[in-house]
């Protein structure tokens, strides 16, 4: 048992995570309430990370599931499996994290089709039990520890959805975590790069921020990341200049929109990285 507290506490040592908004303390508060957590924003803000580096700090087992147009309730339920001549059912990651009181992380919850959220729905009432019609109608009660966090993106993402109401009421502690502030930002991809650039990082950052802002008003189709950012620090730790970076990494994503598209980032560039 200490041998597994270690290696948590090193997992939790290892996960990089800048906390610039007091996300862990919120959801450490509503961990010790047992009220299950929303995480809410755009791709690339760190929702993942923070849940990995709260997991870890708090020694617990996760699972997670990662949602999409083919998530099917099998995958979360389970199934009748064929095993050794005899029929078996095969629990899926909702039952199996329901029995082991094990802390669900349900990824970009809103990517997931109706069928699947009305059996998330049954689970997370406050019951806290689902009922296995594909296998003899047994009731599964969760275990008393566990705990459940989801995430969802802006409705502008594609493939996301409206969360119906009801669903949205399972979680009554809702985290908004969005991209961090500049100064902050720097911090974050400083921990990835090897070299100092921090005049041609901040250019980068500014960069991503105008991007971001014009997507955020649907002027441009996408949004840049942190891992963007990050990834754009790291080519100039190759000696890539900074213009060139900028195109790689945040310009050329833009193409598969058409040339115009394309072009107004272009523009942007050039105008933001003229020597």
């Known amino acids: 048992m200490m041998s597994a507290i270690n290696n948590y506490s090193k997992l939790a040592r290892d996960i990089e995570y800048i906390d610039w908004n007091n996300s862990m303390k919120l959801l450490k508060q509503a961990y010790e309430a047992k009220l299950f957590v929303l995480i809410i924003g755009p791709k690339g803000t760190g929702k993942t990370t923070l849940v990995r580096k709260f997991v870890a700090t708090e020694n617990r087992k996760l699972d997670s599931i990662n949602f999409s147009l083919r998530t099917r309730e099998s995958h979360l339920i389970g199934s009748k499996t064929l095993i050794d001549g005899s029929v078996s059912f095969i629990d899926g990651i909702l039952v199996r994290s329901m029995k ?10 809103n990517s997931a089709e109706a069928d699947v959220l009305l059996r998330l729905d049954e689970a997370l009432d406050d019951r806290r039990q689902i009922v296995l019609k594909e296998s003899i109608g047994e009731t599964i009660k969760s275990h008393n520890n566990w705990f459940v966090i989801a995430t969802i993106n802006p409705l502008t993402h594609i493939g996301t959805k409206e969360l ?17 502030p500049e100064d902050v930002e720097l911090n974050i991809v400083k921990k990835y790069i090897t070299k100092n650039h921090d005049e041609d990082i901040k250019q980068g ?11 955020s008003v649907e002027e441009l189709y996408y949004a840049p ?6 990834a754009y620090g790291k080519m100039l730790d190759l000696g890539m200049n900074k213009k060139e970076a900028a195109q790689l990494v945040f310009g050329n994503v833009y193409s598969q929109w058409g040339n115009i598209e394309y072009q107004k980032v ?8 003229e020597v």
């Open 225 to 230: 990341s942190l891992r963007e950012t990050i």
């Open 100 to 109: 082991d009181g094990s802390i669900l992380y349900l990824d970009e919850i």
């Open 205 to 215: 950052i500014k960069l991503a921020g105008t991007l971001r802002q014009a997507a």
């Open 266 to 273: 272009n523009d942007i560039i050039t105008s933001m990285f």
């Open 164 to 180: 119906p109401p009801q669903l949205i009421s399972r979680f009554p502690i809702r985290i908004k975590l969005d991209y961090p």
